[in-house]
């Protein structure tokens, strides 16, 4: 066995707890009677984050290998036997046998929303971050911290020695009966959130715990931005059963990976950080040591520097791999299988409202064939793409980002991520990315980035009042930020490498897609890519060369014939 | 003096020259698709077809060079000016007059001297030029150092400016096949092997005497 698993878990136990996923998960309503008919209220896209058993549990490659081979029956242990009425009172039972795991996760970006780039040296995080999406997480932990990895995070000062807050269930626990809720109510435009969820068996739930599963993973990761697959486009719901087209590794009918097969880690730290990645892996990680374990999440870290076969063909494909990252062709597109992902979110239009109420409208059907907003009060309008052929840039890893106080152009678009790399650097690679645009506020006078104040049940939340300007005051002041107290609306755009959703081999990118003058690659400038670039007058040369031989021949062979028929 | 059926290309030599010639049209055709020109297969395909048949194409010129050394062909290709003149003044202009070629082929020197002269330059020049430019180009990673180098672009530059040149010499070495005798009687020797030569009378002896399977039996 893989010396990373360090922790064994009976997982007999799911089997029974999988009865429970039967249970339907009770719908919260969506729909409110206003005067003059019916109108849409909140945000209920959230309603699937967190709850992972109403949209799915599979069971992975790694369960089931885990119930096999177990050495350990969580539901035997007379500390789970309860009776517990809190999560909290639970992290407790897991801490006093897993006694250093405490410790562990609390340096954990899961616990700490919190990262210093050793590189840069930029302070990142979702703590400090702000993104094109619904921009900051920082002073609206009352609804962003349902995806923070601890409980009852409400605000920036939350406690982060406090061990018994560590949310162990939310990755660990496999009956799918488990869920998290934001931690604050918000305005009444949000409140439906709360509405009808049976109550958690906190007992069954401890005593179900396995390592971490697809449905663990996804119930947050595959709803970052707010909803099914808004933010990465490589990352959604589809992944809890994939077909095997759209994931080689994650589908029942291929490997049935579980996320943590690739983000590899032990003592609760993961490889495959977004934050610091690995662009190129060949020199660090992908050398032959056998049976070496790679704390990467990289594609080489399994299939080595030269994963085609020792061919013609195999030897012209692994020429690439020190240029192009695998995900480059093997992630034909993003956001397959039927589930779209936000490419334009404008924030300019949020705040319509009808008959004084905020509303929303389904202006979009995808792929598995449901609707998606294309407006909502709270956050304005969005558009939305599904098998979109990612765009290309050269990576070497590095992202720089845009905080909260880097100064900007405001009249060109602005990078909220900045990705380097280049052809002449040996350390970079072309890969696939979805780009997010987004208009969103800024400070106009300082020409920084704003804090928003979104959610919250007082009267500056702009989840409940729309108004920008107190918003913003609100959220520049409560994080001590200077504000010059004028808004405007900047454009952005966001880099979201693609490296989920790894298509079957006989699905790859055919060699023309990019090798060809007008093909996806058509972007990338400073470097020959044969069948696409030429010198222009070589082909001025080519065409004289055999035009004119042809002429001449021509010419020549009309001329004997003239001759000799006059002659003759 | 008589004229005979004297074999002047060989077996190798007549497999040599239409394998050579698949080959050339084989690469050719995908070249001109991976540069670019038209997607009638795949670039994927193209790439494979390219490379096998260039592949190919060296072994057989390794077998090619060591045959022409070894029997000593290689002074087939010896350049001469020595009744140059008059072979190019027959194309230019004694052609349309319904002149006689001037050259008379010997059975130890097939090519006149026009011919020999393009063929060397072909051998000497093009052709390695395109092969060098070539195995730089297959083999890039290799010399690159780990960077998108821009001699890439140069090396790629070479090696289709080459094949330009290579497929205006293909053209002018199929019109020439129509001069003469015509195409038929051009292209016979280098299926047969046999092709009508005047031989003096010690040329005939010769033959008789120590190379008696040359001679086509009368």
Redesign the interface.
């Known amino acids: 066995m893989p010396g990373r698993f360090r922790s064994s878990f009976h997982l007999f136990p799911m089997l029974l707890c999988l009865v429970g996923l039967a249970v339907a998960r009770a719908e919260p309503t969506a729909q409110a009677e206003q005067e003059g008919g019916k109108v849409e209220l909140g945000i209920t896209e959230y309603t699937d984050i967190g709850v992972k058993g109403g949209v799915d549990n599979p069971i992975t490659a790694l369960d089931e290998d885990k119930r096999r081979k177990s050495t350990a029956d969580h539901t035997k242990y007379k500390e789970l036997q309860g009776p517990f009425s809190s999560g909290p009172e639970v992290t407790k039972a897991c801490l006093s046998c897993h006694n250093k795991a405490g410790d562990q996760f609390i340096h954990n970006k899961h616990w700490t929303w919190s990262y210093k780039d050793p590189e840069t040296g930029q302070q990142l995080g979702k703590d400090w971050l702000i993104n094109n999406f619904c921009t900051n997480a920082r002073g609206n932990e009352g609804m962003c911290a349902q995806c923070h990895a601890g409980f009852n995070r409400t605000s920036p000062d939350y406690d982060l020695t406090k061990q018994e807050n560590i949310d162990c269930l939310v990755c660990h626990e496999s009956t799918g009966t488990y869920y998290k809720l934001p931690p604050s109510k918000g305005n009444k435009a949000c409140a439906i959130l709360f509405e009808g969820k049976p109550p958690i068996d906190w007992v069954k739930v401890a005593q179900s715990v396995r390592l971490p599963a697809r449905a663990n993973c996804g119930t947050c990761h595959f709803y970052g931005g707010g909803g099914d697959n808004v933010k990465h486009g490589d990352l959604s719901s589809v992944l809890f059963h994939p077909p095997r087209e759209v994931d080689v590794h994650m589908s029942e009918q291929g490997e049935n990976f579980a996320c943590i097969i690739c983000h590899v880690g032990e003592g609760h730290q993961w490889a495959g950080s977004r934050y610091n990645m690995i662009a190129w892996d060949e020199k660090e990680h992908a050398l032959p040591k056998p049976g070496m374990e790679r704390q990467t999440a990289t594609c080489e870290s399994c299939h080595g520097d030269k994963p085609h076969p020792f061919s013609i063909r195999g030897f012209k494909l692994n020429d690439h791999v020190d240029r192009v990252a695998c995900e480059s062709c093997h992630i034909p597109a993003t956001a397959r299988g039927g589930v779209a992902t936000k490419v334009f979110w404008d924030w300019r239009t949020a705040g319509r409202l009808k008959n004084g109420v905020g509303y929303r409208e389904e202006g979009y059907v995808q792929g598995n064939g449901e609707p998606r907003h294309t407006y909502k009060s709270i956050k304005g309008s969005f558009k939305y793409g599904e098998n979109l052929v990612p765009t290309y840039r050269w990576f070497d890893g590095k992202v720089t980002y845009t905080t909260i106080d880097t100064v900007f152009d405001p009249s060109k678009p602005v990078e909220i991520n900045h990705i380097e790399g280049s052809p002449q650097d040996p350390k970079s690679r072309i890969w696939p990315f979805k780009r997010m645009v987004t208009w969103q506020p800024y400070d106009k006078g300082r020409n920084t980035l704003v804090y928003m104040h979104l959610w919250g049940d007082d009267e500056d939340a702009f989840w409940g009042n729309y108004d920008f300007a107190r918003a913003i005051r609100r959220g520049m002041e409560e994080n001590g930020i200077p504000y010059s107290g004028e808004y405007g609306f900047v454009k952005t755009w966001s880099w979201w490498p693609q490296n989920h959703m790894v298509a079957p081999k006989e699905q790859a990118v055919d060699c023309d897609q990019c090798h060809s003058k007008n093909g996806r690659l058509k972007e990338l400038a400073g470097f020959y890519l044969p069948g696409r670039d030429s010198q222009p007058w070589l082909d001025w040369f080519g065409l004289l060369l055999v035009g004119g031989t042809l002429a001449g021949v021509t010419g020549h062979g009309l001329l004997r014939i003239l001759l000799r028929g006059r002659r003759g | 003096m008589p004229i005979r059926k004297v074999r002047i290309f060989n077996g190798f030599e007549r497999f040599w020259h239409w394998t050579q010639a698949l080959l050339i049209f084989v690469l050719l055709f995908t070249g001109f698709r991976?540069?670019?020109y038209y997607?009638l297969i795949?670039?994927?395909k193209a790439?494979?077809f390219h490379?096998?048949a260039a592949l190919s194409l060296i072994v057989l010129w390794i077998f090619a060079i060591f045959w022409h050394l070894t029997t000593g062909t290689w002074r087939h290709y010896l350049p001469t000016t020595k009744g140059l003149w008059p072979v190019m003044r027959f194309?230019a202009y004694g052609?349309?007059?319904?002149e006689q070629h001037p050259y008379r082929k010997h059975f130890w020197r097939k090519h006149n001297p026009l011919q020999a002269a393009s063929y060397l330059g072909l051998k000497l020049f093009l052709f390695p030029l395109i092969w060098f430019s070539g195995l730089a180009y297959l083999a890039?990673?290799y010399w690159q150092?780990?960077?998108?180098h821009?001699a890439?672009?140069w090396v790629?530059?070479i090696h289709?400016?080459a094949a330009?040149?290579i497929?205006?010499f293909v053209?002018?070495h199929l019109?020439l096949l129509?001069?003469g005798g015509g195409f038929l009687h051009h292209v016979a020797p280098m299926i047969t092997g046999y092709d009508e030569v005047e031989l003096t009378d010690a040329e005939l002896a010769y033959l008789e005497q120590d190379e008696p399977q040359r001679l086509a039996k009368e």
Do not use: Q, R
Not at chain 2, 145 to 148: E, F, H, K
């Open positions: 991976v540069h670019g997607g795949s670039f994927d790439v494979y490379v096998v194309y052609i349309f007059k319904g890039y990673n150092g780990g960077i998108s821009p890439l672009e790629a530059t289709v400016a330009f040149a497929l205006a053209i002018i019109y129509t001069t």
